[in-house]
């Protein structure tokens, strides 16, 4: 069955620093890729997503690119602010999935002043 | 502010007991899912509403169920809850049938506690 795979958390980095973070799935068919992004005491909301392989989705700063060599779609920012402080969740839709939205386990980032 | 709502926003509740928890979604979203947040089993799809009628399922137990009205607000039915029921439940909806690529826009969720 379909799955996602995120690297776990959490992450610390200063403000300013670079960030990754990896997530690899698995899918029988041609999914649709989402970084979602949920911030202390808050739902879900979608950051960026990508809908076919070598398309880059982008959103805030962040951006993630669609690798169906590597099945990856990790998430990256050139300089995260404090602000940035949340649970990153990579999940992934497809047909064959019948649609259902598959989540990672999420990945906690935390930004120190 | 994701335009879903849910009520209620804690909910407190013993171990035998029933609870229902309510969502409306955006305004013109067709589509209505449930999640179950906890630590140990992370994000899980539960279920998927397409103008009133189920359109997926996923690791929904027996004991829960849903259903989406006429009014496309939709309720999940917690019936015999046990202590690991205690999770936060998330709504989303989406504008239509749910095809792959479409956006889910998520409620702040509601806060079980099952003592």
């Known amino acids: 069955g379909n799955s996602v795979t995120q690297m776990e958390g959490p992450v610390t980095l200063s403000e300013e620093a670079f960030l990754t973070i990896n997530c690899t799935y698995t899918?029988?068919?041609?999914?649709?890729l989402f970084w979602y992004v949920q911030y202390p005491g808050e739902g879900l909301q979608l950051l960026l997503k990508a809908t076919k392989a070598d398309d880059k989705g982008s959103n805030k700063g962040f951006e993630a690119t669609y690798r169906k060599e590597t099945t990856s779609f990790h998430l990256e920012k050139g300089s995260v602010q404090v602000s940035d402080s949340a649970v990153y969740f990579c999940?992934?839709?497809?047909?064959?999935?019948?649609?259902?939205?598959?989540f990672g386990a999420g990945t906690r980032l935390f930004v120190k002043a | 502010d994701s335009g879903v709502t849910q009520t209620p926003k804690h909910l407190i509740t013993a171990t035998g007991q029933r609870v229902t928890l309510r969502c409306s979604p955006r305004?013109?979203?067709?589509?209505v899912y449930w999640y179950q947040q906890s630590l140990d089993q992370g994000l899980q799809f539960l279920i998927h509403?397409?103008?009133?009628?189920?359109?997926a399922k996923g690791n929904i137990l027996e004991r829960f169920s849903a259903q989406q009205f006429p009014d496309l607000h939709s309720e999940l039915n917690l019936s015999s809850l046990e202590l690991g029921d205690s999770a936060l439940y998330f709504c989303?909806?989406?504008?239509?049938?749910?095809?792959?690529?479409?956006?889910?826009?998520f409620g702040p969720g509601t806060r079980l506690l099952v003592l």
């Open positions: 999940a992934l839709s497809d047909q064959t999935g019948g649609f259902k939205t598959i």
């Open positions: 899918a029988t068919g041609y999914p649709s």
């Open positions: 509403y397409y103008n009133g009628e189920e359109r």
């Open positions: 305004s013109g979203d067709l589509s």
């Open positions: 989303a909806s989406s504008a239509s049938g749910g095809g792959g690529q479409e956006t889910q826009y």
